[in-house]
């Protein structure tokens, strides 16, 4: 199911006519519209669209609006869906109603259709008020907010309206509308326009309000109704005020329009781009203008709608996620209202020794989600980063203090090469030099890397490749999985006997010392989505904590202090962190990656951030065990975790984090996912997994990224939960090359049928092409993007 788009076009000026209630004039305040369009631009088209309708049809929306601009020859009134029960449009559809996308797209469609006509007016009406039911039982504020029209809000007249219209527009607001005006009758018993003036008026974004004389009261007599009724509406739409009000929504259509064509240009002279090289962007052309998004799409400034009659949006699949962020869609209004009570109830609060419910309750939520018999504790930061900062702290104390270090000498880390855990400057020390870090005056890599053996699919083999270059075949990626059946074979203790190998050499040999060992579970992200061999994290973390002997070096203590007693769970050797950011939280399929390297292979202190809240705004929480926790326990102050941010544990964060969590969990609990884990079990060549180890599925289709390992132009490939990378073949590899850039070019200038006349903004590491889905990507959408792929390949 692709997504729609916004729709903003020069010719036609549209507007979407909301009410704040059933019963409130909606229809009469669009045939006024309508009227006042025709008569007051007689050279241009006016168009009238009901969507849907419930009642019988000459009770029509759309008949009452011919009725009365039908001696008008430049209105057109339509109704796409009529229905004859005079009920709510979710009880009329029947058993098989027309799905949102179909109806969506029919209204897009036909918003194309009038621009395309040339100059005009377009008036959109709803049914009932914001949150009354479609179709299929979405409220009509979410419903049309693909569209994400410019709006006109019909506010009540009657008793308690005041309330009801303040709360539509808060309603729609919080949505990501733009209310262009509020129209009300004026009801001089009630005076509802007084106070609704004085509202709208006071807002940051002031908003017009439109007070019109009611109409006049219903008479028996049908033929004399109607004449009271067409005098009405010959009066109001031919007023000076309506007029004006035309031309105002006119005026804030071109302002929309050149403000939004003139944002790269502007934001040259302001903007600081972040991994740009900006001697690069000096063609505004260059820079992607977002309107708005929704689901898995933004909508964004199209290149080629130059013609007067196109629509200036277009619909371009965030390939990326957003910098890997997205895991619910953009947009999404649970997360949204979340956000909006959290900021009503608390605004932010300091957390210094104190406690707010979200925090507690994302605590509880992320603890059990992460099902680690090991944690216990959940500090909150800012971002990945600065959580990675945190976990450093917490594993370099855990280890000084119980080896009792005293002297100055340096206390480095282990990782892995590839690995990138953030731009601060502690997780940058956590890195190798690479390019990310290199140009950096005050980089000094603080740690010993170790070259992990890589995954990657290969003319439909999986193959596991040595850094000697050695290769195992496997037939399917359940075989390269299943790290409970691999531990006994010579593979897994070759691994153990190199990693220990290196540790002597670093700690005896060269006299360095180590305080923690960092990692990326399964994928290395920015390293290049580098599929790293899960036995061979096994055996890493295995080694590392059975070499208390060789960490211990140089401490003061005997060897029995070394060894936790009472606490199954204390960490030995050194404290593991796994950095989650990426990985974590059903980006590989699994709630956690540490579940794919077998029984007990959890870490002492994991990282979480980015799908934590589901990638609305920054949070991050380093989760740790008892006993990285007591190792900051004494009476004095300076032995105490002083880290902290301003906006530690914010609750708009955490409960927006609540619900991101909660709507990952149902789906696993659900099945949602079920149907591509099939996909990737139905296939199997291999015996399964055995019954402790985690079973690997990709929501990428798989006989599509086996056929797609076999291309031509592609050296390899990788799926696993969401995450799609291809690494092209090319003769200059690593981060610094183009090779993909041409490939991705072509995604982001064309429009793709596939897609619905959509493009694809995608981010390239190199020569490596990635594409992350969300947790919640429509199948459609996900095989369009598939063939938007192999058309480029």
């Not at 209105?75 to 969506?104: E, F, I, N, R």
């Not at 380093?622 to 190792?631: L, N, V």
């Not at 619900?659 to 609990?669: A, H, K």
Request: charged fraction near 20%; aromatic fraction near 8%.
């Amino acid at each position: 199911m692709p997504g729609i788009s916004s729709f903003l076009s020069r010719s036609i000026n549209t507007h979407q006519i909301y009410g704040a209630n059933t019963n409130v004039g909606k229809t009469i305040i669009s045939t006024i519209l309508t009227r006042a369009a025709a008569l007051n631009y007689p050279q241009e088209q006016t168009w009238y669209l009901k969507p849907i309708s419930t009642g019988e049809a000459k009770d029509a929306d759309d008949s009452h609006v011919k009725r009365y601009t039908g001696d008008l020859p430049n209105v057109t009134p339509k109704c796409l869906w009529q229905y004859s029960d005079p009920v709510s449009p979710h009880l009329v559809a029947g058993p098989t109603p027309p799905s949102d996308h179909s109806v969506l797209s029919q209204v897009s469609n036909y918003l194309n259709m009038a621009a395309s006509s040339g100059p005009g007016s377009f008036f959109l009406e709803t049914a009932g008020g914001i949150h009354s039911p479609t179709l299929n039982r979405v409220p009509q504020a979410d419903f049309y907010r693909p569209l994400r029209l410019p709006t006109i809000l019909v506010a009540d007249p009657h008793l308690g309206g005041i309330s009801t219209s303040i709360a539509a527009h808060e309603g729609l607001h919080i949505r990501g509308y733009d209310t262009d005006a509020v129209f009300v009758f004026r009801d001089n018993y009630y005076r509802n326009h007084e106070y609704l003036q004085s509202h709208f008026a006071s807002l940051s974004k002031p908003i017009p309000t439109i007070v019109l004389p009611g109409p006049p009261p219903r008479q028996e007599d049908s033929a004399e109704d109607q004449k009271a009724l067409a005098a009405y509406y010959e009066v109001v739409s031919g007023s000076k005020l309506i007029k004006r009000t035309l031309e105002m929504l006119k005026e804030t259509h071109e302002m929309r329009r050149e403000a939004l064509e003139t944002l790269a240009q502007r934001a040259q002279d302001r903007i600081w781009w972040p991994f740009a090289q900006h001697s690069e962007l000096l063609d505004p052309g260059k820079i992607t203008t977002i309107d708005s998004a929704h689901g898995d799409f933004f909508s964004t400034l199209s290149p080629s709608a130059s013609a007067p009659s196109a629509n200036l949006l277009q619909q371009t699949h965030d390939a990326s996620a957003s910098w890997w962020t997205q895991g619910l869609g953009h947009a999404n209004p649970q997360l949204t209202l979340a956000a909006a009570h959290a900021a009503g109830r608390y605004g932010h609060v300091m957390f210094a020794n104190a406690i707010h419910e979200p925090a507690l309750r994302l605590a509880d939520s992320l603890l059990q989600t992460l099902r680690n018999p090991r944690f216990q504790r959940v500090f909150y930061s800012d971002n990945g980063s600065t959580g990675v900062e945190v976990a450093l702290k917490m594993g370099m104390r855990a280890a000084r203090v119980r080896y009792a270090w005293t002297d100055k000498k340096d206390v480095e880390v282990l990782g892995m090469d590839g690995n990138y855990h953030g731009d601060t400057m502690g997780a940058m020390d956590c890195s190798e030099s690479n390019i990310f870090n290199e140009s950096v005056e005050w980089h000094k890599g603080r740690g010993y890397w170790f070259k992990p053996p890589t995954v990657i699919l290969r003319k439909g083999v999986w193959e596991v490749r040595q850094p000697s270059g050695e290769v195992e075949t496997f037939e399917g990626l359940e075989g390269v999985m299943d790290v409970e059946k691999r531990v006994g074979g010579k593979m897994y203790e070759m691994y153990c006997r190199r990693v220990k190998g290196e540790l002597e050499k670093v700690i005896i040999g060269d006299g360095r010392r180590f305080g923690a060992m960092i990692v990326e579970p399964i994928i290395l992200g920015a390293g290049g989505m580098v599929f790293v061999d899960p036995l061979y994290q096994r055996a890493l973390v295995d080694t590392v904590r059975s070499s208390t002997n060789l960490f211990s070096i140089g401490s003061p203590k005997s060897a029995g202090d070394f060894t936790p007693t009472g606490d199954s769970n204390a960490w030995t050797g050194l404290p593991i962190i796994f950095d989650e950011v990426f990985t974590g939280l059903y980006r590989l399929g699994q709630p956690t990656p540490s579940s794919f390297l077998g029984s007990n292979t959890h870490p002492d202190i994991g990282i979480y951030a980015k799908l934590l809240t589901g990638g609305l705004l920054p949070l991050s929480a380093t989760c740790a065990s008892k006993s990285i926790f007591e190792a900051f326990l004494s009476g004095k102050k300076e032995d105490a975790l002083l880290h902290g941010h301003s906006y530690t544990a914010h609750a708009v964060g955490c409960e927006v984090a609540c619900t991101s969590l909660e709507v990952m969990n149902s789906g696993d609990e659900e099945g949602v996912w079920n149907a591509h884990k099939e996909d990737w079990n139905t296939h199997t060549t291999t015996a399964t997994t055995t019954q402790n180890a985690a079973a690997p599925w990709s929501v990428w289709s798989k006989s599509w990224v086996y056929d797609i390992s076999s291309h031509p132009n592609v050296d390899g490939v990788i799926a696993l939960g969401s995450v799609l990378a291809i690494t092209l073949k090319t003769s200059e590899a690593g981060y610094a090359s183009s090779a993909a850039q041409t490939m991705l070019a072509r995604m982001r200038e064309e429009r793709w049928e596939e897609l619905e006349g959509g493009n694809v903004m995608a981010r390239p590491l190199g020569n490596v092409v990635y594409f992350m889905a969300g947790q919640k990507t429509p199948v459609d959408v996900l095989r369009g993007v598939q063939g938007v792929i192999a058309k480029v390949l």
